[in-house]
């Protein structure tokens, strides 16, 4: 059970908060995430050069994406759509930290030895694949 400002946000099994979060602030409090401005395409989210499919539709034309750092995938590719700006060994883990183009941030993590980091350090261009999601309306607050 979740509760922000003594009111109830989400209640529910663990696995099913983490995996449907029903706000972004539930989203937000489970966990290392991105939060991704986008515009809402049809049934997309666009973040950049980034094209997220959307599970539920989203109203409006404005969406914020969360994506775990766990639900991303990166890849070495010239010329790709991201440039690594660090990678840093978390132990068992690596984070990597790269900018979109046009300027957005956007972190993932990765088992040390995992067959995805081949060639992926800073300066290096990388493919992005949002493997899973959840987007909120963009109401325009501040967070």
Do not use: C
């Not at 706000?23 to 050069?49: H, K, M, T, Y």
């Not at 010239?78 to 956007?106: E, F, K, N, W, Y």
């Not at 995992?114 to 987007?135: C, D, K, M, P, Y």
Request: glycine residues 10%.
């Amino acid at each position: 059970m979740l509760i922000q400002h003594g009111r109830l946000e989400q209640a529910g099994a663990p696995l099913e908060i983490l995996d449907r979060p029903a706000s972004e602030f539930v989203a937000r409090f489970i966990g290392d995430v991105n939060v991704l401005q986008a515009e809402v395409r049809g049934g997309a989210a666009v973040a950049g050069p980034l094209e997220i499919r959307l599970a539920e539709p989203v109203p409006g034309p404005r969406a914020r994406v969360v994506v775990r750092s766990y639900d991303l995938k990166f890849w070495r590719e010239d010329p790709g759509m991201a440039t690594v700006r660090r990678v840093s060994a978390l132990g068992d883990r690596v984070r990597v930290d790269a900018v979109l183009d046009g300027g957005m941030p956007i972190f993932a993590q990765f088992p040390r030895r995992s067959s995805l980091l081949r060639g992926v350090e800073a300066g290096a261009r990388i493919h992005v694949e949002v493997t899973s999601a959840q987007a909120f309306p963009d109401r325009g607050e501040e967070r």
